[in-house]
């Protein structure tokens, strides 16, 4: 009894890790659909893109380990904000992150949340900055892009690796205007 025990508390623990690197809301709908379930459909959501201005010329002039620790620094305070929106944080691509509201769960005011989400995510970076700033370090323009409408969602890739995300014009769209 032990023994079995210590193996659900080992695979609860890996869970938890598990939910580190995807939507606490997509683990827990896999889990519920279960293994070898297709997720995949048209959906009405709203995209954001973030992007820091003039990044490559700071993260050349610096160590790698500093160029994380400021995205990290930053990110600790822009994903808390995504996610109390119930967004989901697609991804990080270098200095820019991907995030949607209305999938993997339906959220019929998706628009309206990622635009407040923006709104305090702007209000965030500059006070993020003025921080810096304070301590004598560099700050960043983060620019960013919101765009609503019908993506294909769901598993992208094949049956080895594969990625819950969104791919779509409106996904472009949101990038472009970023």
Sequence with gaps: INQAAAAIERMAAGLRWFETYLPKTLVRRLMAAGPGSQISESRDVTVM????????????ARPAVEVVSYLNDLLARVGPIIEASDGTIDKYIGD??????????????HA???????????????????ERRGEGLHACRMRIGLHTGQVAVGNIGFAGRIDYTIIGRTVNVAHSLE
């Design 96 to 109: 820019s992150l991907m995030a949607y509201w209305g999938a993997p769960e339906e959220q019929p005011d």
């Design 112 to 130: 309206s949340a990622a635009c407040h989400a923006a709104v305090r995510i702007a209000r965030e970076v500059e006070a993020f900055n003025a």
């Design 49 to 60: 893109f973030t992007d820091l201005e003039n990044y490559t010329d700071y993260s050349l």
